[in-house]
């Protein structure tokens, strides 16, 4: 597959994460929600981020098709993304 076909194809399948929002509103309307209601075993002085964003970012890493954790962070943490 040539670089202008793989351009073509990943244009046509549209942006992953509005399909997977799409998605998750029509079948698991609660995911955000059950998330947030997990529990963390953690003491609260060692929290910085809640049970519901630690469970969010890997999976928008994987349906973003970020390869790294190292990757993940520069990109969810510029401008646009934090927008």
């Known amino acids: 597959m040539t670089r202008a076909e793989r351009r073509q194809l990943k244009k046509s399948e549209g942006n992953p994460l509005v399909e997977f ?36 970012m890997p999976l928008m890493k994987n349906i973003c098709d970020i390869r790294s954790m190292q990757e993940m962070s520069s990109t969810f943490n510029t401008e646009e993304c934090i927008a």
């Open 21 to 56: 929002l799409k998605v998750q509103k029509h079948f698991y309307k609660d995911l955000w929600s059950d998330f947030a209601g997990v529990h963390d075993p953690r003491h609260s002085s060692y929290i910085d981020y809640s049970s519901d964003v630690m469970l969010t």
